[in-house]
């Protein structure tokens, strides 16, 4: 193999190392400017937006034993990697698609399963880490509040009345 060609699937390689997940996309209609747009939202999530061959990309992630991209890699493709919260790019992706009515995401590998662009739409409709989290801690103190108040309203049943004086 050329080392031209070397070089270029290693760099593949190693932009699909930096996360567990990895969200092919269709750039064809997609401005320079926009690109910088785009990479500048996904900057906030720690994600990062390359352009890559497909050939290489094929490559690179047979090597690292990723699921079968074949059926996608056709015409441009971009990929999107990087960051811990995979639906908060999900969530960049798709309202960069709303806004500016481009960027096609053809598909996504979480865990080293395949993902649909309708299931990554999906998971961009999910609230985000910390709104989940304080959902959560929202459910476990109003549960626990209405457990100490049962409790509490139990033990003041069974109390005798105090005699009046």
Same mark, same amino acid.
């Given at each position: ?5 070397? !070089?270029?699937?290693? %760099?593949? %390689? ?6 567990? !997940? ?13 690109? $910088? *747009? =785009? &990479?500048?939202?996904?900057?906030? %999530?720690?994600? %990062? ?19 079968? =991209? *074949? ?6 493709? $971009? ?45 961009? *409709? =999910? ?5 989940? &989290? $304080? ?16 409790? *509490? ?10 005699? $009046?004086?």
């Amino acid at each position: 193999m050329r080392a031209e060609k070397q !070089y270029l699937i290693s %760099e593949v %390689e190693t932009h699909l190392k930096k996360s567990d !997940y990895v969200i092919l996309a269709n750039f064809t209609k997609v401005t320079v400017a926009d690109v $910088a *747009d =785009l &990479r500048k939202k996904l900057d906030a %999530e720690k994600a %990062e937006f390359h352009v890559v061959k497909n050939s290489s990309l094929r490559v690179a992630a047979k090597a690292l034993g990723l699921p079968e =991209l *074949d059926a996608s890699l056709t015409g441009p493709t $971009a990929i999107v990697v990087g960051g811990k919260n995979s639906a908060g790019v999900a969530k960049v992706l798709k309202e960069f698609f709303k806004e500016k009515q481009k960027l096609e995401v053809k598909v996504g590998v979480m865990d080293k399963k395949l993902i649909s662009a309708a299931d990554l739409a999906k998971i961009a *409709d =999910l609230p985000s880490f910390d709104a989940l &989290r $304080a959902q959560l801690l929202g459910l476990l103190k109003s549960n626990a509040a209405a457990f100490v108040r049962v409790l *509490d309203a139990r033990v003041k049943k069974e109390q005798p009345a105090a005699p $009046a004086a």
